[in-house]
């Protein structure tokens, strides 16, 4: 098999990408310091394991907020996704319901909430929020996710604004003709219009989005909502604790795959104490640079609960549309139990504190 891991399917997908839409893809915010941080921090930790504890019958299933799920790691919201393949977020909503993992669905999808609800009619799924200028287009989401079978509303904390993207901004980044913005047909938020001559996606989100949102915005959507809120993109103890307070029923430490602030931690190094802040009130999830089995045993060892992944969804689909998100998540799957196992773990609440340290540990021999 010559597609065996998550970088094998990244650079077959980096071969096979236009341009714009890879350097979209793959892109952190400035000088990509954060992203690189993402996989490094990560590297940093060590797996320490715990053998001869009779391993032989084991699983990998975990509930989330009322959601059985087959392992824990959940495809991440990710936008306009059929640049990447011509079924976009429905082959990739389509890979998760086979696997039994939760699927989100990005506000800023090439097909709509309607579309991913009828490919995708019994499978968990969370829908992805952004806050428009325009609160009558943001109800009108929340609603449509509600009444189409969504199970929680992820709102994104972190983007008042759009991340400083270079590549996008020398590629003048926009949409493709052939596509649309799928869940705002016939509203002015459909199209990506670029009269700056830089990036139109960053011209579009500075147009559309709210910039003066705030907590007592959040504490609004609870309230609105039916669904659980989850609060996407905490890098911190103090928001965590106030996200909390508002109402939301977990948190998703992330930086936004490095897209949003060049500089900040890597997710992998936020997380701890946002576990210590509100790890025993609500389920804390990460995501960021989750590329192996083996990531997402140190991300659970850490006190998440479920992990994300943005990307290496997006280069599955490029490469083979459905099957190709399929074999990503069969590829993790099988990586985590492999680790599990030989760490010595039988299902996944084994995996505790005591299973990693950072590198510095060993500095000290
Ligand atoms: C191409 C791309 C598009 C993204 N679009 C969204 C989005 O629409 N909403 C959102 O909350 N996060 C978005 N994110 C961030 C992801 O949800 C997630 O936080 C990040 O990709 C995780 O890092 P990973 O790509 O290393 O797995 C996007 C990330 C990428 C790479
Ligand atoms: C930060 C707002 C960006 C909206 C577009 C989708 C997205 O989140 C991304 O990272 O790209």
């Given amino acids: 098999m010559d597609l065996a891991s998550v970088d094998d399917y990244k650079k077959k997908a980096w071969s096979l990408l236009p341009k714009a839409p890879l350097d979209y893809y793959r892109s952190g915010a400035g000088d990509e310091y954060s992203l690189r941080l993402n996989q490094t921090a990560l590297n940093r930790i060590r797996i320490r394991p715990k053998f001869m504890r009779d391993v032989s019958k084991r699983s990998t299933k975990v509930n989330i907020l009322g959601l059985d799920l087959e392992m824990p790691v959940a495809i991440a919201p990710t936008a306009m996704q059929r640049m990447a393949h011509p079924e976009g977020e429905v082959a990739n909503a389509r890979a998760a319901a086979s696997a039994g993992v939760l699927f989100t669905q990005s506000t800023i999808s090439t097909s709509s909430i309607e579309e991913i609800a009828e490919a995708t009619p019994e499978s968990p799924k969370w829908f992805q929020l952004y806050i428009y200028r325009d609160r009558d287009i943001t109800k009108n989401l929340i609603r449509r996710a509600e009444t189409n079978g969504f199970k929680a509303i992820v709102l994104t904390v972190d983007a008042p604004m759009f991340g400083l993207r270079r590549a996008d901004i020398r590629n003048k980044f926009t949409l493709p003709t052939h596509l ?186």
């Fill in 180 to 365: 649309r913005m799928a869940n705002f047909v016939g509203e002015k938020a459909t199209q990506i219009q670029n009269t700056s001559g830089g990036s139109g996606l960053m011209e579009y989100v500075n147009k559309q989005f709210d910039d003066s949102i705030t907590w007592e915005d959040l504490k609004w959507l609870v309230k609105f909502t039916k669904l659980p809120v989850i609060a996407k993109g905490i890098l911190t103890a103090e928001d965590a604790t106030i996200a909390v307070n508002c109402g939301c029923k977990g948190v998703i430490v992330s930086n936004h795959g490095a897209r949003q602030i060049d500089g900040v931690p890597a997710s992998i190094e936020a997380l701890p104490e946002i576990v210590a802040a509100v790890g025993q009130r609500v389920p804390v999830m990460m995501d960021g640079g989750i590329s192996q089995g083996t990531d997402v045993f140190k991300a659970l060892a850490l006190g998440a609960k479920l992990v994300f992944i943005g990307r290496p969804a997006i280069w599955g689909l490029t490469v083979d549309g459905e099957r190709g998100v399929q074999n990503i998540l069969r590829i993790l799957k099988e990586e985590f139990d492999i680790c599990m196992a030989i760490a010595g773990c039988s299902k996944v609440t084994d995996i505790d504190r005591t299973f990693v340290v950072h590198e510095n540990f060993y500095s000290k021999l």
